[in-house]
């Protein structure tokens, strides 16, 4: 049997995935420095929470294609927290942020045009992409005291079959935000081309400071950017609820409406979304701060524990081997470490010490030099991982001091 060329994925597992599940099932211990998702973190989650599933009106059946309207309220009601006004009639609910860019995919690409994508980025954009049969181009980031957008390198990129730009706002894993000035100027150049931007705000909540709420650092809802633009998040990260499959898209600015009667189509061609799910949403949204508020608490303490772990590589008497780069948002961090060797090699020298990490080029990067840890896992493990990693680094890079 023939099978279409848009799956045709390589599906084995990598070395270093069967290294790490052969570790695993052996029962050695393993830091994980890669965790994402909150349910395993050691987090406490209200007792109540499935109580919303087990009503009555959860046999309730309303198949409206855009989602019911009280859930939409509540997302409407989310961004109201933000500063941002927008309608239930903008809101469109679907099981994840993967489906709501399925279908922007859809709506605003034929089979082989393309879409620009941030790089360094997560990698589910390749197979969003090729599942729909459209192109990738690298909307490229550059490091600067701080993460930033290369316009210019935008600007070559851009062909008579681009359709749309991509933006994670907090990105993952840079964790920097896209500021206003840059929206402006991207925007401007969408319109000249006529380019749809698609913005993806699920770690929007998760600012590591909190004092700065500035316009650098506000939702693309409350920005006036007069460019056709579809904004994505979902609970997964807002109530650290990813099992929950909860996710929504908000069509604003220039030809939206028309944008949301086929988006509409599509979804009521699909129909994905869960009664039940639909019917808890207001009430996991209203009591999100708690999960949130330890998420915060987590990041914090973890990324302090690492400057102080990095700080302390010039006061034991030897050079820097390890630098982090400045991260504004979400819960990674990203590690500058001696290019010596491949990180592939480098990650699973680790693993055969206990620790897990994630190599940058898994992101995009380039294939050296580069690690990401997670500034979710637990405080001890954390600092424990860490450690081991520093140790590691010092004897294996000592020629480089």
Known sequence: MEFSKRTAWNTEESDLAVAHRERLAAGLPVADLTASNP???????????????????????????RGKLEARQAVCNYYAS??????????????????????????????????????????LFDFLAQA?????????????????????????????????????HPNNPTGHFTKLEEARELAAICRKHDLALIVDEVFLDYALDASDSGPDRSSFIVRDLDVLTFIVSGISKICGLPQMKVAWLVARGPGSEQALARLEVLADTWLSMSGPIQQALPIWLDSR???????????????????????????????VLVNRLLVEGGWY??????????????????????VWVHPGYFFGMSPSGWLVVSLLTPLHEFSTGLGVLLVYLRRTHKSYL
């Open 82 to 123: 933000h500063g941002a006004r927008i309608a239930p009639e903008q809101v469109l609910l679907t099981t994840s942020t993967s489906e709501a860019y399925g279908y922007l995919f859809k709506l605003l690409m034929n089979p082989g045009d393309t879409v620009m994508v941030p790089q360094p980025s997560y990698p």
């Open 289 to 319: 701060d708690a999960i949130q508020d330890q998420i915060r608490r987590r990041v914090r303490e973890n990324l302090a524990e690492l400057d102080r772990a990095l700080a302390q590589q010039s006061q034991d008497g030897g050079g």
């Open 39 to 65: 349910t395993r973190c050691g987090f406490e989650y209200a007792g109540d929470m499935l109580v919303p599933l087990t009503g009555q009106g959860a046999f309730d059946y309303d198949p409206d294609p």
């Open 132 to 168: 729909e049969s459209v192109q990738l181009a690298q909307a490229p980031l550059f490091y600067d005291h701080g993460w930033q957008l290369d316009l210019e390198g935008l600007r070559r990129q851009i062909t008579p079959k681009l359709r749309a730009v991509v933006l994670v």
């Open 333 to 354: 961090a990203i590690l500058r470490i001696p290019a010596l060797q491949s990180d592939e090699a480098t990650v699973r020298e680790l693993l055969d010490l206990g």
